[in-house]
């Protein structure tokens, strides 16, 4: 009881549970492990010039140009994961990373943090998401949310989105002129392509998207030019949708869509039956049959 309110019962004080011997070895595993990066990375400083030099000859293949973007229906482009982390791997003592905190199955969400770390200057970007396990699916041209059920497509759920997560920290940590230089590189790459004339790399092109599905008529309506007025640019933009599909990011249905045209609107109200009217020249509501 209190001294000064006799009634009221003070309650006792939580007593802490005691960490077992693996909780205290590996805390201190892991305060050892972050302290002994600091040192290497002060100990063995990135080579700035070595950095930029590596970048630049990295963004002039294309075998990294070609995956350097990303342009989804809805979801905008921009520099994809897969450039940043070859940056991240160029600019040195940089560690980054996915960590799956937590788990409901019953709520249908999970925990999932990504980080970004300059282990030199010690500057660090992390981002705590909030997952639901669904995924957005198309329902007779509406969008709708699926559960996700397997543990598999869980996983790659969680995944995909703490990939996403991680390239913006990661681009947060980076300079911005590097990536501003690198992105204009790997652009200038995919419009050169690997040496061959424009025509070949069109006629590839067409090709391509053709084993899609996709025809050369819906490239057109996408690009708002004909195929003979098709620039090095056209090609480089389509080349980032082309490779956005094949990672499953998009599909072709969303990337190209089927669209009426003036005429087929017209057509189709010419060949729909007129509403019969009344005296007065009001639609004839009548239900058949009766009042």
Request: hydrophobic share 40%; with cysteine; net charge neutral.
């Amino acid at each position: 009881m209190s001294a000064n309110y006799p009634d009221r019962v003070t309650p006792a004080a939580a007593i802490p549970v005691p960490a077992t011997q693996a909780t205290a070895v590996e805390q201190a595993r892991a305060v050892a492990e972050v302290a002994a990066a600091v040192q290497v990375a002060q100990m063995n400083p990135r080579d700035m010039n070595r950095a930029w030099e590596d970048m630049k000859a990295a963004c002039s293949r294309l075998g990294l140009a070609e995956r350097a973007f990303y342009a989804v229906v809805n979801r905008g482009k921009g520099p994809s994961v897969h450039l940043a982390r070859e940056l991240a791997r160029i600019w040195g003592n940089l560690d980054y990373g996915v960590h799956e905190l937590h788990r409901d199955d019953v709520r249908g969400m999970s925990e999932v943090r990504a980080f970004a770390w300059d282990q030199q200057t010690n500057v660090r970007s992390s981002r705590t998401l909030q997952v639901p396990h669904l995924r957005m699916v198309k329902v007779d041209g509406v969008q709708q949310r699926k559960p996700l059920i397997d543990l598999g497509d869980v996983y790659l759920n969680n995944q995909n989105i703490g990939a996403r997560a991680v390239r913006e920290a990661i681009f947060t940590v980076l300079p911005a002129d590097f990536v501003f230089e690198a992105q204009e590189i790997c652009r200038a790459t995919i419009r050169n392509g690997d040496g061959k004339p424009l025509n070949e790399r069109i006629a590839g092109m067409v090709d391509g998207f053709k084993q899609l599905g996709v025809t050369v008529a819906q490239i057109e309506t996408r690009v708002e030019r004909k195929r003979g007025q098709w620039t090095a640019a056209d090609v480089a933009e389509l080349r980032v949708v082309y490779g956005s599909i094949q990672r499953g990011e998009t599909t072709p249905g969303e990337e190209f869509p089927d669209r009426v045209t003036a005429a087929e609107i017209t057509a189709q109200a010419a060949a729909t039956p007129p509403v019969p009217a009344d005296a007065e020249g009001w639609p004839d509501v009548t239900p058949a049959g009766g009042q």
